[in-house]
């Protein structure tokens, strides 16, 4: 990933700080949902995965303005992205970004919404803490008070899997594009 910020030598932009940021986040992220899906940890899968979205949209912010230099100098020094305008006119928050990534990765909105929950205190845990068993004696919920989720099957732990790794070569697709367009790259 690291061919993204020039040859050795070139010009180091502010641009070029905040992908390196991404980068790194990137690079830990990943590392850490290899670690969640070894210890069938599925709500800080999910919430990782979350964070990758979040990741690839705001970088994706960068491509929407008409100087992105002036936006990561100014993001750098403390100003909120959400107050920042794309050139279409609208305000880079979250539910926009959200938005524009979902045109090319039609299944990240849903996936947003769905991994907020896990991001978020929400029913989500109270479903993942508990099970409706119902046999010749009624209905009766057992409760699941563990650090494993093992009630899910496989496919989901490769669903989340294949989910980050969608996103990460997305963003390599960002770098590369960011790389073939920096002055002196």
Partial sequence: MLRAFGKEGSNMY????????????????????????????????????RMQIDTVSRVLAYTYVSDREDLARRVIGGEKLRSFRCSDGKRLTDQYLIERLSKTLTWVSDTYDRTSGSVHFSEQQLFSASEMISDDNGSHINL??????????????SEIAACFSELTEFFVHILDQYSASKPGG
């Avoid at 700080?17 to 991404?22: D, E, F, K, M």
């Avoid at 986040?25 to 899968?45: F, V, Y």
């Avoid at 699941?144 to 732990?157: A, G, M, N, R, V």
Wanted: include cysteine; charged fraction near 15%.
């Fill in 144 to 157: 699941l008070i563990t650090q494993f989720d093992t009630k899910y099957p496989e496919s989901s732990w």
């Fill in 14 to 49: 502010y641009t070029d700080l905040i992908l390196a940021g991404a980068t790194k986040r990137t690079l830990g992220l990943g590392h850490g949902l290899i670690s969640m899906i070894n210890a069938k940890n599925m709500l800080c899968g999910r919430a990782i995965v």
